[in-house]
């Protein structure tokens, strides 16, 4: 693939999390975010991006909106279990950006907030329509995805380097 291939990042927060008396990084889904898990799957299947890799953080809450989500899909990306997206700032979250192949076109990157908001903010130098108003507006509540789209290699990426093609959550649709 050429540096000018055009790649997608999708950033996917997970499903709102219960909150028993266990470690933070061990907090399950609560009823809600089992259901809006595979609600996201559905608009995840209906963006149409065959995803090349999913990178997925180890907390349950995430591995476990991955599990429910990635059923409603046509095709399951290779998923990649990475301890680092876990409390990432949005420096950690481009480095590891910048490690993936350019044989990935469309990657998706299921983590959580502040880093999932704040790495759609940096990147988004450009947004299409009201999507990033909408970001703004809202957050970016559990199980919502923000649509990113660059040209270039994934070392590349880096602030302002993408368009916010679309923004999505549970609770809009």
Request: aromatic share 6%; proline share 6%; with cysteine.
């Amino acid at each position: 693939m050429s540096a000018e291939t055009p790649r997608r990042i999708v950033l996917l927060r997970h499903a709102k999390a219960d909150w028993p008396e266990v470690s933070d990084h061990d907090r399950p889904l609560a009823e809600r975010g089992r259901k809006d898990a595979p609600a996201v799957g559905l608009k995840l299947a209906e963006t149409g991006i065959a995803f090349d890799l999913a990178l997925c953080s180890t907390a349950a809450r995430t591995r476990e909106t991955w599990k429910l989500a990635v059923q409603e899909l046509p095709h399951r990306p290779k998923t990649v279990y990475e301890e680092r997206l876990y409390e990432a700032s949005p420096g950690e979250l481009i480095a590891l950006l910048n490690e993936t192949s350019d044989e990935v076109s469309n990657l998706l990157v299921i983590g959580h907030n502040p880093g999932m908001h704040a790495l759609a903010d940096v990147l988004a130098g450009r947004a299409q329509g009201d999507t990033l108003a909408r970001m703004t507006r809202t957050g970016f509540p559990t199980a919502a995805l923000a649509v990113i789209s660059f040209t270039g290699s994934w070392k590349s990426v880096e602030h302002g380097v993408g368009t916010l093609l679309d923004f999505w959550t549970p609770k809009e649709h």
